[in-house]
């Protein structure tokens, strides 16, 4: 028999042998129901996440099978609340871990700890009120250059993109930045080449090994990103409290870590910031498709007059309950990547299923936020008043915009604090609609899910108000 033969009869045999296996009842994740192609081989899923659909795959599959879904050979997804929370405190699986660049979100167990403590100091509240500054003159920049746009239908998902942008800049490496003064066209494609980054994360972590393969072979074409801010950085010393400076452990000269995982962390402010603007865009999305929401925003921000600093959420509980609807219906993470039981921890039982030690665990936020059970009625719509008034199904706890456990969103509360400034801040300034003939369901059906959201340019005409 000739060789290359002997080579496609053994590998043919092993291939059908594992498929065999996977499919069987000896496989020990054999009772948890899911379909044939998901048990078979993780290919799909990189299939299913390069289309941008994996939210809806996982919603559909959900429906179909009940709370948990067999989606890998050795994964399942969970959607049952206090399912969802024992796997959000399982440790990061390879879909994060296998990276070159590892910010706070690509480590998990002990190297996670220690490094998530520096973030903390660097998102306390004492933080966050020395970031505010920045947020102000980055909001007033913001205002100035929409007005001149006054009339003309703007991108609004492209200027809340680099709003964000340069203020994350300045709170990381303490540098203003002024991508708002430049030409949208330009700071796009940058935008969108952030965005390609996690679509790369999003498809290849579904199979690491290939991804760690594909990474050994890929050309370094780029410094990692924020290296020359972090140069500038240090050669100017520290001039004000930015993240930097508490990543370095300023205060703590023995314990410096290395210069690489700052410089990482930093970069993964920057751009994890992105999520911000995706969920205002869909929030003014929403508002604007039905306009008695967009009418009730205004009048509780027209019934206030503090200066911008003084703003907080007690004091706008409509606003509020608009984005946590914008929030639920469009967390900027949809599906998220997966955890695992721990390899040594003899396995873990969620959902009365025995998942042995390896298995991978994934809590798809999109689905959970529309399920009927935990949101109805109308699970599927924008109802902030699900919020305020107790007439309506409400379960908090299957609310995980910002994920859960001990690596849930370090960045919340400044997310909050950016989301609220911001749509206050628009909506004293300016009357808002969306142009004649905006197709809003396309909109809302361009919403993909690449690990993190993205959506299409959301035109707003914008106009001074009297
Ligand atoms: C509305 C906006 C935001 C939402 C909904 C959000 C949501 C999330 C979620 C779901 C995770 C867990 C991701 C995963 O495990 O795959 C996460 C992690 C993280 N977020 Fe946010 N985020 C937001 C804004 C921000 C901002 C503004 C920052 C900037 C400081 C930030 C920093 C981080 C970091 C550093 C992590 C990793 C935490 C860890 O590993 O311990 N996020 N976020």
Not at 108 to 135: I, Q, V
Request: charged letters at 20%; aromatic letters at 12%; a neutral charge.
């Amino acid at each position: 028999m000739a060789l290359v033969q002997i080579y496609f009869l053994f590998f043919g045999t092993l291939g059908l042998s594992i498929v065999l296996y996977r499919l069987s009842s000896a496989h020990p994740l054999s009772s948890v129901p899911g379909p044939y192609i998901n048990k078979i081989s993780k290919f799909y899923g990189s299939w299913v996440s390069a289309s941008g659909k994996r939210h809806i795959l996982q919603t559909a599959l959900h429906e179909q099978y009940g709370s948990i879904v067999r989606t890998g050979p050795n994964e399942v997804s969970v959607l049952d609340v206090a399912g969802a929370k024992e796997a959000l405190r399982l440790p990061r699986s390879r879909f994060y871990t296998q990276r070159s660049v590892h910010g706070l979100v690509n480590l998990a167990g002990s190297a996670h700890t220690p490094r998530r403590r520096r973030w903390e100091r660097g998102m306390n509240a004492e933080s966050l009120a020395e970031y505010d500054e920045s947020l102000m003159v980055t909001t007033q920049k913001l205002l100035g250059y929409l007005n001149k746009s006054s009339g003309e239908a703007v991108d609004l998902c492209e200027w809340l993109n680099s709003f964000i942008y340069d203020f994350s800049v300045d709170i990381a490496f303490g540098e203003p930045m002024e991508t708002l003064k430049e030409d949208k066209s330009r700071t796009a494609q940058f935008f969108h080449s952030i965005e390609n980054g996690f679509k790369n994360m999003s498809v290849l972590g579904q199979t690491p090994w290939l991804f760690a393969f594909a990474n050994k072979f890929a050309p370094r074409k780029h410094p990692m990103f924020g290296s020359e801010l972090a140069q500038r950085r240090i050669a100017r010393g520290t001039t004000k409290r930015d993240l930097f400076y508490h990543l370095i452990d300023e205060e703590v000269p023995e314990a410096k870590p290395p210069m690489r995982e700052v410089i990482a962390d930093c970069g993964l402010l920057v751009s994890v910031s992105l999520t911000t603007p995706s969920v205002l865009s869909c929030l003014f999305y929403s508002m604007l498709a039905q306009k008695q929401h967009y009418e009730a925003v205004k009048a509780e921000v027209d019934a206030r007059d503090e200066t911008l600093t003084a703003v907080v959420a007690a004091n706008y509980p409509f606003t509020v309950a608009c984005i946590n609807e914008a929030l639920r219906l469009y967390p900027p993470t949809p599906t998220s990547g997966q955890h695992e039981v721990p390899k040594g921890s003899g396995g873990q039982t969620i959902c009365g299923q025995f998942l042995p030690e390896g298995t991978q665990v994934q809590v798809p936020l999109y689905a959970m936020h529309r399920r009927p059970e935990y949101f109805s009625p109308r699970p599927n719509d924008f109802v902030p008043e699900r919020w305020l008034d107790g007439s309506l199904d409400l379960t908090k706890d299957a609310f995980m915009p910002f994920s859960y456990g001990p690596a849930n969103c370090v960045g919340r509360n400044l997310a909050w604090r950016e989301m609220l400034v911001v749509t206050v801040a628009l909506m004293r300034e300016f009357e808002m609609e969306l142009p004649k003939g905006f197709d809003l369901d396309a909109w809302k059906d361009s919403f993909q899910d690449f690990y993190i959201a993205t959506r299409p340019p959301l035109p707003v005409i914008l106009r001074p108000r009297a």
